[in-house]
């Protein structure tokens, strides 16, 4: 696989790590049983798609890059459809980690 397939899968991971955490929360402690379900499905898509992933790109920057992307859209989906709250100093830290991501990616991190 190349390097730039494999970046899209790791993109695809973290959109699934966003999907497994909103899961998570709407399951209400697991008392929900379909977003529990959905939590189990959205985790094991995500984490087989990262470890595709790895195949191709550097461990380290990789898990970054996933981490970063589940943080920043966990952060704005709760901000955008949980009530989560707002401020300066929250967009200020969500774009500065969106930012992290983006230079971890053009810094490449394939094999």
């Known amino acids: ?14 959109l ?3 999907a497994m955490a909103y899961s998570l929360k709407m399951s209400d402690g697991f008392s929900d049983l379909w977003w ?3 939590f189990l499905v959205f985790a094991v898509l995500s984490f087989g798609l990262l470890a595709f992933a790895l195949k191709s790109l550097e461990v380290g920057t990789a898990y970054a890059v ?3 992307i589940g943080a920043v859209g966990t952060a704005t989906v709760g ?4 009530g989560d709250s707002v ?3 929250k967009v200020i830290s969500i774009l500065a980690i969106l930012a992290g ?4 990616n053009l810094a ?3 094999h």
Not at 5 to 13: D, H, K, R, Y
Not at 101 to 104: A, I, K, S
């Open 87 to 89: 401020s300066t100093m």
């Open 36 to 38: 529990s379900l959905s």
């Open 1 to 14: 696989m190349g390097d730039d397939m494999a970046w899209v899968i790791l993109v695809l991971a973290g």
């Open 101 to 104: 991501v983006v230079g971890l």
């Open 108 to 110: 490449g991190g394939g």
């Open 66 to 68: 996933w981490t970063g």
């Open 16 to 18: 699934f790590e966003v």
């Open 79 to 82: 901000i955008l459809l949980l």
